[in-house]
């Protein structure tokens, strides 16, 4: 997988998720959807605000349009190997 730059700190990918299903919860949403390794992914987002239902619907209509990538921070070596290959691009 190839790092990724965020604000200077190296992430690399996990998963990109097409979002096919959004169920809403109490406190938020449960997203459900395949990955491009075509593994089935469940997300379950909370909100610390309440919502009424009809923000509820339209951020759950928008939310079941979206794609997903999931991120996650590299471990330290591969944030030096990146940081060398960068160095050699320079």
Not at 20 to 25: G, N
């Amino acid at each position: 997988m190839n790092s990724e730059q965020n604000n200077g700190e190296s992430f690399v990918p996990v998963a990109e998720i097409e979002v096919e299903a959004v169920r809403p919860e109490r406190s938020g949403f449960v997203l459900q959807g395949r990955g491009a390794d075509r593994a089935e992914y469940r997300i379950e987002m909370r909100l610390d605000i309440p919502v009424d239902r009809q923000t509820q619907t339209v951020l759950g209509e928008i939310l079941a349009q979206s794609e997903l990538r999931l991120m996650r921070r590299a471990p330290l070596s591969m944030r030096r190997r990146a940081a060398l290959r960068q160095r050699k691009l320079v």
